[in-house]
């Protein structure tokens, strides 16, 4: 991967000096709903949200730091952060000065974390997949700057959706895209070619959509258009007409609906089920240097994972999350999606099912803190299959996975919490991933899921 040029990487969508981006899910909210400034906004302490702190469990000293700053993208993947801060878990396990920090999108976090907190950035924080490989092997850094990154920890699975403007109802376009293709490759031979954007180029809400679109036989590359969009713009863009779609997630399907921009033509817990979505993941040099810090960090990660699980204390956490701080924006926005009810629009039924909705430690699969290595070949191989990496990175997958991958600190921190064996995951794979298409994607043999699919770039 190191001779994949930063270059090659970028020549399918342009990112601004400022990290221009798109709403959610692994996106950025409206300007109108969150503040989103540039550079980062210190998130709250937990007494000024009145959270009750855990009765501290580690001394100061038990760690080589208390102090790292992390960054977050306020939407539903960061909640195990901002929960950890809030909730006072970080302090209960010796981590009394983590900082919370708001970053303006996914540019600024990328370029934050290149220059590290000691520089004014961040040590680490939440991500996008596959970008902290992106980042280690310099392919999307200034310069080409190679700055090792480890993944310690799945933030969440689920709650994001692929929002389409109201212009286009009654066109067939949802889950299965098939009825919708002659529509959509239509717009392209009539010179007003459908137009979908998403947060952040060659990671996962760009994977989403272009799963979504090449399943009904409709080349991403070749029949829409595909889009990096400022969060400023993305409501705006969908009012006016100049953006038909985009990937997002919770809470923004809920205004996005509620407010009559748009519906929602699918769900990704649909388009597959219990999917990984982002994670935690920090400079290699600083969890070297702080071995036990990051444990620690871990530990209370764990445990706001499974406080957020907690259906009884998701109200609170629509709350917490809602604050200036951190969303800026109307708790109930939040509580929709928290409980799995979705209105879908377009004559679309309601979904009320709380197996559609984001998880943090737990789903359908079993755990979902725990950073499967077959979850990181996934996003590789899609990342081989529309030509973001060379052919030969599945040949070096397994050496690439096994340097940035630190499952084995999870398990560390895991068994030092006291989490049952049973949740503790004995495979550092997941096993076969079936989609909604019914492809199947199987660990063992990448290449063979690759030969399967009918559209691709290779």
């Given at each position: 991967?190191?001779?994949?040029?930063?270059?090659?990487?970028?020549?399918?969508?342009?990112?601004?000096?400022?990290?221009?981006?798109?709403?959610?899910?692994?996106?950025?909210?409206?300007?109108?709903?969150?503040?989103?400034?540039?550079?980062?906004?210190?998130?709250?302490?937990?007494?000024?949200?009145?959270?009750?702190?855990a009765a501290p469990t580690a001394a100061a000293g038990a760690v080589?730091?208390?102090?790292?700053?992390?960054?977050?993208?306020?939407?539903?993947?960061?909640?195990?952060?901002?929960?950890?801060k809030e909730k006072g878990f970080f302090a209960k396990h010796g981590?009394?000065?983590?900082?919370?920090?708001?970053?303006?999108?996914?540019?600024?976090?990328?370029?934050?974390?290149?220059?590290?907190?000691?520089?004014?950035?961040?040590?680490?924080?939440?991500?996008?997949?596959?970008?902290?490989?992106?980042?280690?092997?310099?392919?999307?850094?200034?310069?080409?700057?190679?700055?090792?990154?480890?993944?310690?920890?799945?933030?969440?699975?689920?709650?994001?959706?692929?929002?389409?403007?109201?212009?286009?109802?009654?066109?067939?376009?949802?889950?299965?895209?098939?009825?919708?293709?002659?529509?959509?490759?239509?717009?392209?031979?009539?010179?007003?070619?459908?137009?979908?954007?998403?947060?952040?180029?060659?990671?996962?809400?760009?994977?989403?959509?272009?799963?979504?679109?090449?399943?009904?036989?409709?080349?991403?590359?070749?029949?829409?258009?595909?889009?990096?969009?400022?969060?400023?713009?993305?409501?705006?863009?969908?009012?006016?007409?100049?953006?038909?779609?985009?990937?997002?997630?919770?809470?923004?399907?809920?205004?996005?609906?509620?407010?009559?921009?748009?519906?929602?033509?699918?769900?990704?817990?649909?388009?597959?089920?219990?999917?990984?979505?982002?994670?935690?993941?920090?400079?290699?040099?600083?969890?070297?240097?702080?071995?036990?810090?990051?444990?620690?960090?871990?530990?209370?990660?764990?445990?706001?994972?499974?406080?957020?699980?907690?259906?009884?204390?998701?109200?609170?956490?629509?709350?917490?999350?809602?604050?200036?701080?951190?969303?800026?924006?109307?708790?109930?926005?939040?509580?929709?999606?928290?409980?799995?009810?979705?209105?879908?629009?377009?004559?679309?039924?309601?979904?009320?099912?709380?197996?559609?909705?984001?998880?943090?430690?737990?789903?359908?699969?079993?755990?979902?803190?725990?950073?499967?290595?077959?979850?990181?070949?996934?996003?590789?191989?899609?990342?081989?299959?529309?030509?973001?990496?060379?052919?030969?990175?599945?040949?070096?997958?397994?050496?690439?996975?096994?340097?940035?991958?630190?499952?084995?600190?999870?398990?560390?921190?895991?068994?030092?919490?006291?989490?049952?064996?049973?949740?503790?995951?004995?495979?550092?794979?997941?096993?076969?991933?079936?989609?909604?298409?019914?492809?199947?994607?199987?660990?063992?043999?990448?290449?063979?899921?690759?030969?399967?699919?009918?559209?691709?770039?290779?």
């Open positions: 991967m190191s001779n994949f040029s930063r270059r090659k990487f970028l020549t399918t969508a342009t990112v601004s000096a400022a990290g221009a981006l798109v709403l959610k899910a692994c996106g950025n909210p409206p300007t109108d709903t969150a503040s989103n400034t540039g550079g980062t906004t210190t998130a709250a302490s937990p007494a000024d949200a009145g959270a009750s702190p080589e730091t208390t102090a790292i700053k992390l960054g977050f993208i306020p939407i539903v993947e960061s909640a195990p952060l901002i929960i950890a981590m009394a000065d983590v900082e919370v920090a708001k970053q303006a999108n996914w540019g600024a976090a990328r370029d934050n974390v290149e220059i590290g907190s000691a520089g004014g950035g961040i040590d680490g924080g939440q991500w996008q997949m596959p970008m902290p490989y992106m980042i280690s092997e310099g392919l999307i850094t200034k310069n080409n700057n190679k700055i090792p990154m480890y993944v310690l920890v799945q933030l969440n699975t689920q709650g994001n959706g692929i929002a389409i403007a109201n212009k286009h109802e009654g066109k067939n376009i949802g889950l299965d895209l098939k009825g919708a293709k002659d529509y959509i490759q239509g717009l392209k031979k009539a010179n007003t070619p459908f137009k979908l954007a998403y947060t952040f180029p060659k990671a996962n809400q760009d994977l989403w959509v272009r799963y979504w679109l090449a399943a009904a036989g409709i080349n991403p590359d070749q029949d829409v258009n595909l889009l990096t969009v400022p969060a400023a713009q993305t409501v705006a863009n969908m009012k006016t007409g100049s953006m038909d779609g985009f990937s997002t997630g919770d809470p923004w399907p809920y205004r996005i609906v509620g407010d009559g921009i748009g519906f929602l033509a699918a769900l990704t817990a649909d388009i597959w089920p219990d999917h990984p979505e982002e994670y935690l993941a920090i400079r290699a040099d600083w969890v070297d240097k702080n071995p036990k810090a990051t444990k620690a960090l871990l530990m209370a990660i764990m445990e706001a994972q499974q406080w957020c699980d907690k259906q009884e204390n998701r109200e609170e956490m629509a709350k917490i999350l809602a604050k200036p701080a951190y969303f800026n924006l109307k708790p109930e926005i939040l509580a929709g999606p928290f409980k799995g009810d979705y209105k879908m629009g377009d004559n679309k039924p309601e979904v009320k099912d709380i197996k559609k909705t984001v998880m943090y430690w737990k789903d359908g699969r079993g755990s979902v803190s725990y950073p499967y290595k077959s979850h990181d070949l996934w996003f590789l191989t899609e990342s081989v299959r529309w030509g973001f990496l060379p052919k030969d990175t599945l040949a070096n997958a397994k050496a690439t996975i096994d340097k940035v991958n630190r499952e084995d600190l999870w398990k560390e921190a895991a068994k030092e919490l006291g989490v049952a064996a049973a949740d503790i995951p004995a495979s550092t794979s997941r096993g076969k991933e079936t989609f909604f298409d019914g492809k199947v994607f199987d660990p063992e043999n990448p290449q063979a899921y690759l030969d399967s699919l009918a559209i691709k770039k290779i």
